[in-house]
């Protein structure tokens, strides 16, 4: 199995930025692709980047631009990098493998204030 663990979150001004870091252990191996999602207040939880094993990235029209995926595959960590966050951009961020295989970790909370 694998154990996911969010960090980087925050409050920030509206047009601020977060570097987000998602620490994965266990069985890594057997993730192929990872993804950063988010869950907003009264929302469905949605995919909002992702990126595989050979550095492909993909984004959601609603981060595309502002947001950039990386991974360190000597640290296991992927990072979502966020600029120019918006009040919409509120929400716990998660992350885990594409499709989702595991437990999701405890989520690192993004509030961004006008």
């Known amino acids: 199995q694998v154990q996911l663990v969010e960090s980087g979150g925050g409050n920030v001004q509206a047009g601020g930025s977060l570097r987000l870091s998602c620490l994965a252990s266990?069985?890594?191996?057997?993730?192929?692709?990872t993804g950063w999602y988010r869950q907003a207040p009264g929302k469905q939880r949605e995919l909002v980047a992702a990126i595989n094993r050979s550095g492909t990235t993909s984004y959601a029209d609603s981060v595309k631009g502002r947001s950039t995926i990386s991974r360190d595959n000597g640290k296991m960590t992927v990072y979502l990098q966020m600029n120019s966050l918006k009040p919409e951009d509120t929400a716990v961020y998660y992350c885990?493998?594409?499709?989702?295989?595991?437990?999701w970790g405890q989520g690192t909370q993004v509030i961004v204030s006008s």
């Open positions: 885990n493998s594409i499709p989702r295989q595991f437990a």
């Open positions: 266990g069985s890594t191996n057997l993730i192929t692709a």
